[in-house]
């Protein structure tokens, strides 16, 4: 039997979230996950243990900037908890490697950061960079499977919560899903809220806010604008592109699905 309790969120996300723990959806998300996981645990990816990794890795005192994805990739081998980031042992070039971080990639390039040297996004969690799903679970090979177990519940007072207790954080909405969560954030103290389309396949053009400019002309500006803002709030930048991209992973970053 699979467990599944508060006590895999770490204690100041627990604080943040306050009486939720407390509430109907919380013990649905319970009940629906616990399910899933004695069904088939091995079809479930990030494996259990990593479905909070974004929250693990960036401490509710440390957030400076909110990434909004949609669920973890549901291939097999990409999955890490984190929105958007894989293993970094998945070569760039490669058919694994997702068109979203490839046009991320590109955009930090077209802002003179220079392009990404794996796909590996855990420093930018370790910088303050929360790099949130709004579902932290997902069935391999069946995109959006676990969307409506109950995860929207917990992640929505998550977002209202923190954009209430933290001033000045900087919000990314890529895609039409991420800004659906716009409502959320916009009472939230200062925020600056970055929208534009999704950064994967041809979407990222398709918008009246492309994240990337047809023929490679230029991006959304959403990195720049992020350090500007940081710059102007009395914090510190993101180094975006790892500059020491053959730094181990003290053992933290191999998944397997």
Known sequence: MHSFSAADIPEDWRTLLGDYFESLDWQALQTNLRSELNQSAEQIRPEPQYFFK???????????VVILGQDPYHSPGL????????????????????????????ALALEGFGTLP??????????????????LSVKLGEAGSHANLGWKSLIDKLIRNLGQK????????????????????????????????????????KTAKPFLQPG???????????????IEHQQSPVHWVDSHPSHTDKGLFTLTG
């Open 54 to 64: 974004a929250l693990t890795l960036t401490p509710v005192s440390q957030v400076k």
């Open 118 to 135: 794996y796909g590996d996004l855990h420093s930018w969690a370790e910088q303050g960079v929360l790099l949130l799903n709004t579902a």
């Open 166 to 205: 933290k001033p000045n954080l900087v919000w990314m909405l890529w895609g039409g899903h991420a800004q659906s969560k716009f409502p959320l954030i916009e009472p939230a103290l200062n925020p600056l809220i970055l929208q534009s389309s999704h950064p994967s396949g041809l979407g990222v053009y």
């Open 216 to 230: 490679g002309k230029g991006s959304c500006g959403h990195f720049q604008k992020a350090n500007a803002w940081l």
């Open 79 to 106: 999955a890490q908890g984190l929105a958007f980031s894989i293993p970094r042992n998945i070569p760039s070039n490669s058919r694994q490697f997702p068109s979203s971080l490839r046009n991320i990639s590109k």
